[in-house]
């Protein structure tokens, strides 16, 4: 990959995009983790209004001290970039008071997950609309193509996505050639929607490296009958997230009526 010309297309098109639009600038939600970090240093690289919003919700104290540090970087490296703390742990409390009780309390935890995601799409939607922003998705290629890791409405909601051609590992070659900070860069991937320590490879099964290998395998043909031992687990992991989630990947289904009940 031709690391340096990858930057300066991103920069480029994320430039072109808000000018044409007539925005002045991105919101993007700063979590910590590399994606965030990548994409918010690429839109800070625009010159254009960059606002980072940082969004804890009962949030590992590891996890928001790199995303201060990670903004602290940005703003030390560029004047264009401003930074918001909203609280929202209140709020989801609050929410999680109002909505009904459950008999088994883990039976939603999935749901509070996606939850989290969802409060911090309507702040950073806010801000938004409030600045004239564009909010800035931080999916990558992986994610938001092969095993639709993100929530739907959440921060797969977004006005575009400047990283989703980026293999993870590519996400890394870039934020190392930008000079991220090493705690970023060497911090295991996380969704930061737990509450605790959990990390992305916990959750789904299989690092990223190997759900790259499998998502290639995927787009050669192969099937599990190629494989065995490990490569067969893995693809078989990388196979069924990707079934599960197809619906994140393909526009919404419209119900069309026929001409002649119109």
């Known amino acids: 990959m031709h690391t340096e010309k990858v930057i300066d297309h991103i920069v480029n098109w994320l430039k072109d995009y808000a000018t044409s639009a007539g925005m002045?600038?991105?919101?993007?939600?700063?979590?910590?983790?590399?994606?965030?970090?990548?994409?918010?240093?690429?839109?800070?690289?625009?010159?254009?209004?960059?606002?980072c919003l940082e969004m804890p919700i009962h949030q590992a104290p590891s996890q928001v001290n790199r995303a201060i540090n990670h903004i602290k970087w940005l703003q030390s490296n560029f004047d264009n970039v401003t930074n918001?703390?909203?609280n929202l742990t209140p709020v989801f409390d609050s929410l999680i008071d109002a909505l009904p009780s459950v008999e088994n309390e883990e039976e939603r935890f999935m749901s509070l997950a996606n939850t989290r995601a969802r409060l911090r799409m309507t702040t950073l939607y806010y801000f938004a609309a409030l600045e004239k922003y564009l909010v800035a998705g931080t999916g990558n290629k992986v994610e938001d193509f092969g095993v639709g890791f993100y929530t739907k409405y959440g921060d797969g909601g977004?006005?575009?996505?400047?990283?989703?051609?980026?293999?993870?590992?590519?996400?890394?070659?870039?934020?190392?050639?930008?000079?991220?900070?090493?705690?970023?860069?060497?911090?295991?991937?996380?969704d930061g929607l737990w509450g605790d320590d959990?990390?992305?490879?916990?959750?789904?099964?299989?690092?990223?490296?190997?759900?790259?290998?499998?998502?290639?395998?995927?787009?050669?043909?192969?099937?599990?009958?190629?494989?065995?031992?490990?490569?067969?687990?893995?693809?078989?992991?990388?196979?069924?997230?990707?079934?599960?989630?197809?619906?994140?990947?393909?526009?919404i289904p419209v119900c069309e009526i026929p001409n002649d009940l119109k």
């Not at 919101?27 to 254009?48: E, N, Q, W």
Request: glycine share 8%; net charge negative.
């Open 24 to 51: 002045k600038g991105f919101v993007i939600g700063v979590s910590g983790g590399i994606d965030s970090a990548l994409t918010s240093t690429l839109c800070a690289k625009t010159g254009l209004d960059l606002l």
């Open 84 to 86: 918001v703390q909203v």
């Open 158 to 190: 977004v006005d575009l996505s400047p990283i989703a051609d980026l293999l993870k590992t590519e996400v890394y070659d870039l934020a190392k050639h930008l000079g991220i900070n090493q705690e970023i860069i060497d911090a295991a991937p996380t």
């Open 198 to 251: 959990r990390t992305d490879e916990d959750q789904i099964g299989a690092s990223y490296p190997e759900l790259e290998w499998a998502m290639a395998m995927d787009e050669r043909g192969k099937t599990d009958s190629d494989f065995s031992g490990r490569e067969l687990e893995v693809f078989n992991i990388y196979k069924r997230y990707n079934r599960a989630n197809k619906h994140k990947m393909v526009p």
